[in-house]
């Protein structure tokens, strides 16, 4: 009985030290959670000042012709290489963002199974009555078990003598014979 408190007590600081470690967990990721936002939101923020400070396709081609000749324009990123390469970066940046959504939304449902399964242990005032139940339940066992365990008696043999009948037929004409057992 006492070795079963201890496994229980066992099981409870163990399920606490788990509990302790996933809040722990859970926190960290809640902090890269609002680190990855805030540099989202830069990142966001970038892209809003390079639209604004983007050159007019007007003072470009002015520029192109005043400054620059065709054979160094085709060197340059075209608007079109420009927005497809923003557009892959909005969507792996969604695709991040929906990831760690996913991973907060997984360790809340997390930490609300371990605090409904926290809030359904015994706690110790629960313990002592659990503990006089299993005792007696244990005692009329033991009783049950006394009651219908054999009485040997003094006459119990270390074992019997029989003798054994030896039938055997012959295997060519299948008559019977009667042999003596060996041994």
């Known amino acids: 009985d006492e070795e079963l408190l201890k496994r229980i007590q066992a099981t409870i600081v163990q399920v606490q030290g788990d509990y302790e470690k996933l809040s722990s967990i859970t926190g960290n990721l809640l902090d890269d959670r609002h680190q990855k936002q805030k540099d989202i939101e830069a ?3 970038s892209l809003e000042k390079l639209e604004k400070e983007k050159a007019d396709k007007e003072d470009l081609v002015l ?3 005043v400054k620059a000749d065709k054979t160094s324009l085709a060197g340059k990123v075209s608007r079109t290489q420009f927005d497809a390469s923003m557009e892959r970066l909005n969507e792996m940046i969604q695709e991040m963002l929906s990831r760690v959504t996913g991973q907060e939304e997984g360790w809340h449902q997390v930490h609300r199974q371990l605090s409904e399964e926290m809030g359904s ?3 110790r ?4 009555p ?3 139940q299993l005792e007696e339940h244990w005692r009329s066992i033991l009783e ?3 009651e219908k365990a054999p009485q040997t008696g003094a006459d119990d043999a270390a074992g019997i003598k029989k003798q054994l009948l030896a039938h055997f037929h012959c ?3 299948d008559r019977p014979l009667s042999m003596l057992v060996p041994g």
């Not at 005032?125 to 002592?128: F, K, P, Q, S």
Request: net charge neutral.
């Open 43 to 45: 990142l966001f923020q």
């Open 63 to 65: 520029g192109i012709d």
């Open 121 to 123: 242990k015994l706690d």
């Open 125 to 128: 005032l629960e313990l002592g």
């Open 130 to 132: 659990f503990r006089q």
């Open 144 to 146: 049950q078990l006394k």
């Open 171 to 173: 295997v060519s004409c």
